[in-house]
């Protein structure tokens, strides 16, 4: 059963979501929590990364280390966790090494590896395995105090696939390329379990107080349309298909889902019939164009401006701001206002205040 929270006192991103009218433009940041805020690096302290995401208390205090710097200018807070955690309770080591990123010490190599096997057969027991996730989330939505919703994530499966196979983050994507034109029946196979996995961890972090739902897939754009299509796409949608099934199953109300395929503007067309309420885009779609694509449908889009924009003048950002609320139509409707991509390392966290402030000047007018 659902938990007992506080009332909200900003819907705000709940409503946009639905595609009602609203008063302005919600706005939330992916990455909005971490290593740009100078008090993440005090909480911290010396501790690994997914040690952060493993402890329930840190990683509550993380999600709302934005949502108290930038009182009232965040509609939304997003729970401190990472990707990677299906691939480790698929039984995968996965280490975060600094100034590197995520390393895979032992990569799926091939459908004969033994390792595959082990992994498409485990009987993945999501509730056990990623318990604190959910502690995190309720744990949050108990101090967040009804101030903004919560989002939970999960990592696209695509996305996840090619962390799996190539051990890390790449340039290149040769293992990936190499499974999905060798080995594509293998490769859809693992891509469908870990679909299943998805839809039940998002599934278990509703019912742990997550208020809308993103799935990431990063990688998206690594794909060519044909293959987006075989290999991604597919995916995407089985999570919301089932998702909001298995939400009923457990007496759950339906809550909104975002996507956002990175890179896969060529697609987006069909990603707006996938199911989902919100679609992200990245900072290479015009907000005119993807607003046409789009048409009549109930879709809200979410986005997106060039997070190395922060890195710019005040001048840089207001212009930017300006041209987004206006390809986006106002943003009294059908937008939730957000970054092309996470928030980069060393944006000054005033650049990042000043960024929030002129969405919600210019959305409330």
């Known amino acids: 059963m659902a938990q007992d929270f506080p009332p909200l006192s900003n819907d705000l991103i709940l409503r946009t979501a639905r595609g009602e009218d609203v008063e302005r433009a919600p706005i939330w940041i992916m990455r909005q929590a971490g290593r740009y805020l100078p008090e993440y690096h005090e909480a911290k302290g010396g501790r690994?990364?997914?040690e952060c995401c493993r402890n329930p208390e840190i990683a509550?205090?993380?999600t709302l280390q934005p949502i108290e710097?930038?009182?009232g200018l965040l509609d939304a807070s997003i729970i401190f966790s990472d990707i990677l955690v299906i691939p480790q309770a698929l039984g995968m080591v996965v280490e975060m090494v600094e100034k590197q990123g995520p390393h895979f010490p032992e990569p799926l190599k091939s459908p004969d590896d033994g390792q595959y096997s082990k992994v498409l057969n485990k009987n993945v027991d999501?509730?056990?395995?990623l318990d604190y996730v959910y502690k995190a989330i309720t744990l949050t939505r108990k101090k967040l105090n009804g101030r903004v919703p919560l989002i939970g994530f999960c990592g696209a499966p695509w996305t996840l696939f090619c962390y799996m196979v190539e051990g890390g983050g790449t340039k290149l994507f040769i293992q990936s390329k190499k499974w999905i034109y060798r080995y594509p029946d293998a490769t859809k196979a693992l891509l469908q379990k870990i679909s299943e996995v998805c839809v039940e961890y998002l599934?278990?972090?509703v019912q742990a107080g997550a208020q809308l739902v993103q799935v990431?897939?990063?990688?998206a754009g690594e794909l060519s349309p044909s293959t987006f299509k075989k290999f991604s796409e597919p995916y995407l949608a089985y999570i919301a298909e089932n998702l909001p099934k298995r939400l009923?199953?457990?007496g759950l109300e339906r809550v909104p889902m975002i996507v956002f395929p990175k890179g896969a503007n060529y697609a987006l067309d069909s990603v707006c019939n996938l199911g989902y309420d919100v679609v992200g885009l990245d900072w290479l779609i015009d907000p005119t164009e993807a607003v046409k694509i789009r048409g009549n449908r109930r879709v809200v889009l979410q986005g997106n401006a060039d997070p190395g924009v922060l890195y710019g003048s005040k001048e840089a950002i207001s212009e930017t701001v300006k041209e987004m609320v206006e390809g986006f139509g106002g943003g009294k409707k059908g937008w939730i206002a957000n970054l092309g991509h996470g928030i980069t390392p060393f944006v000054n966290p005033d650049d990042l205040k000043f960024y929030l402030e002129e969405v919600q000047r210019l959305t409330s007018k």
């Open 48 to 50: 690994d990364f997914f």
């Open 60 to 62: 509550s205090t993380l």
């Open 69 to 71: 710097r930038f009182a």
């Open 126 to 129: 999501v509730a056990a395995e």
């Open 203 to 205: 599934a278990l972090q």
């Open 216 to 219: 990431f897939d990063s990688w």
């Open 248 to 250: 009923a199953e457990k």
